[in-house]
């Protein structure tokens, strides 16, 4: 597939519009109360009898931090008390047990993440506790081929933890950095020295990790093309195999931690445009692949290699491999996805206990995909994940005449066409270089529910 990528400024300003980052088609807002933890039940079941082979994917989520980052927008709790850490364990084996009971045992989890908050809040010997814990009710996969992943915060990092980590099987590390310049860490309050992180990517790498991915984001307060510049070039050093360049939406009415950023310190539409075109041609002539929205990858990486092989994906925690595996979903707010079903947990530590407590799954909403659900999902996926529909595939598996299904999809790309941001023939459409940056806005003429939201909470596309 076509990999290039052309910065226009001119049109990502005309197209600078709010909309779905589509890690889920239907996205969050179609989620509903309807879908429980029994419907949640069924679905999860009958994934065993449609393929007992099937693999699994764990999520874990670890609500807890020590401090504030003000531009966060995670699921969070803030917290000194480490007690509230050891209580929510005791609650996490239980939803463990249960999830455990719902799929047989002879499917193995070949991925699995850790995300958060901090997951390496957890002291070690209860970073080794969760992992016996996913043994005991879930057949790990311990083979090499496995995908075990992790968010780390190198402030968060005891002298052996990214050892035990290692032990413990994972062998892929994310961590948090955000931006190196120290007056942008003091305006969000994330004072993390560029030391600290190299010594974390360091013994990860000695350590036997596979993958490195360090996350930034642009558009916080103080940042320039010239700051974010020396930001990157920092970041080369470490040579990441992955690098997630996140776009922070200021939404303070939303997330309250926000209030404390000054919107007179937020640098204005013209830099942070400038520091995304900056930022692309760094990285291009670094040797990264773009392989979509935030994520960039080296050529010789597993994203980029999904990518070319048609096997990539996108899920609640971004681009992913191994789309055919069911998602499970540890802790509040965490999203699973199995078979044509979506779920999601409690969002409140209380009400999650509460429900474990009755004996329950805490999932409290969800939906389960209908058929035209399902058949857009997949032209979304495709246009999202490598850039181009065939219209023949898509046919064959879903049995329409893509035409007739989506003539006015396509009659509403005609102007994208017309700006030489898509290319729509008889067999297929593609996304040209020009248009690589601006995927939402090519899945949102796909997407059957945008028209019905009333007010609809989403960020802009650049």
């Known amino acids: 597939m076509e990999q290039r990528l052309v910065f226009d400024p ?151 933890t990214i050892p035990l980590l290692g032990e413990l099987g994972f062998n892929r590390i994310s961590l948090g950095v955000q931006d190196f310049d120290p007056n942008v860490q003091r305006a969000v309050n994330r004072i993390q020295p560029f030391e600290v992180t190299a010594r974390a990517v360091e013994q990860a790498r000695a350590n036997g990790f596979e993958s490195t991915n360090l996350d930034l984001i642009y558009g916080l307060p103080l940042q320039t093309v010239e700051t974010y510049t020396a930001t990157l070039e920092r970041a080369l050093e470490l040579r990441p195999e992955r690098l997630a360049i996140y776009n922070y939406a200021h939404l303070p009415q939303m997330f309250k931690t ?7 310190d937020l640098p204005d539409a013209a830099e942070k445009l400038a520091i995304l075109e900056t930022t692309i041609a760094r990285l291009t002539d670094a040797g990264y692949v773009y392989i979509g929205m935030d994520h960039f990858a080296l050529p010789d990486d597993e994203l980029a290699t999904a990518q070319r092989a048609g096997t990539l994906q996108r899920n609640f925690q971004g681009y992913s491999t191994r789309a055919e595996y069911d998602l499970v979903a540890l802790g509040p707010t965490a999203i699973g996805k199995v078979g044509a079903s979506y779920s999601q947990n409690l969002r409140e530590l209380d009400a999650y206990y509460a429900r474990l407590d009755a004996g329950r799954l805490p999932v409290f909403r969800g939906l389960e995909l209908n058929a035209d659900d399902r058949l857009r999902r997949d032209v979304i996926t495709e246009l999202m994940c490598h850039s181009r529909i065939d219209f023949a595939a898509i046919e064959a598996r879903h049995g329409i005449v893509f035409g007739e299904v989506f003539g006015d999809a396509l009659e509403r790309l005609q102007g994208m066409e017309a700006d030489g941001l898509v290319r729509i023939g008889a067999e297929r459409l593609e996304i040209l270089p020009r248009g690589r940056l601006l995927l939402r806005n090519v899945a949102m003429a796909f997407d059957a529910y945008l028209k019905t939201e009333s007010a609809p909470r989403y960020s802009k596309v650049v």
């Open 10 to 160: 001119e049109i990502l300003r005309r197209y600078d519009v709010s909309g779905p980052r589509y890690t889920s088609y239907p996205t969050a807002p179609q989620f509903h109360e309807g879908f429980d933890d029994r419907a949640y039940a069924e679905a999860a079941q009958a994934t065993n009898g449609a393929d007992p082979a099937r693999p699994l994917s764990l999520y874990v989520h670890v609500p807890f931090c020590d401090t504030v980052c003000f531009y966060c927008a995670c699921n969070k709790v803030i917290t000194g008390n480490y007690q509230r850490a050891q209580r929510y364990l005791q609650y996490l084996e239980r939803e463990a047990e249960l999830q455990g009971e719902l799929f047989d045992r002879e499917r193995t989890v070949g991925q699995l993440h850790f995300g958060g908050g901090t997951p390496t809040y957890l002291g070690d010997d209860d970073l080794r506790r969760v992992m016996a814990t996913l043994a005991r009710h879930f057949r790990l996969d311990e083979s090499d081929a496995r995908e075990f992943s992790i968010e780390i915060d190198p402030r968060a990092v005891r002298p052996g």
């Open 258 to 264: 926000q209030r404390q950023i000054r919107e007179a």
